[in-house]
Structures are given as C-alpha cells and as structure tokens.
C-alpha cells in the first residue's frame, strides 16, 4: 500500500492506481504529465494567443474546450484547447 501525505492527512492510494502509473513507467511508450482537470472547473488559459483567458472546462467528444459566457444575453462561446495549456484556478 502507498501512502501520501496531503495537508498535513495521510491518505492511502489504491495499489490499482500506483500500478497503473508503474506499468506505464515501465513500457517503452512515451509517456506525459497530463494535468488532472475535471468538467466544470474553473481554469485559466497559460500558453498560446489566449493566455490569461479564464473560463469552465468541458470535454465533449474527446476533446477539451473552455468555455465563456456573456450571462446577461444568456450566450456562451467553448474554444478548443489543449489540456497541456490550462492551468486550475482555486
């Protein structure tokens, strides 16, 4: 069992879980970090010509998009990016 230490609470990780990243390591497949985004959350735009754009993450169809919205005209814009490029705001 691998533990962690996470705000001053120890927490343990699934065996399923570290497993998982070991066989990954441990192929010969290229292999990334990939930042940990869940729909919905607030994100900024780090890299590329809409840096510093804020917006909601959303996945459909594979892809991820962050999406915009003037609220008074009720009307939304989602725009395509890489997940490399967004960075989670608190």
């Known amino acids: 069992m691998g533990l962690v230490r996470f705000n001053g609470r120890v927490k343990a990780v699934p065996d399923e879980e570290i497993e998982n ?47 915009v919205s003037v609220h008074i005209l009720m009307r939304s814009v989602a725009v395509r990016v890489s997940p490399m490029d967004l960075q989670p705001l608190r």
């Open 21 to 67: 990243i070991r066989w990954i390591c441990e192929s010969s497949l290229p292999y990334d970090p990939f930042p940990y985004l869940r729909e919905g959350q607030q994100v900024e735009i780090v890299r590329g010509p809409l840096k510093g754009l804020r917006g909601w993450v959303v996945e459909r169809e594979g892809e991820w998009r962050v999406v």
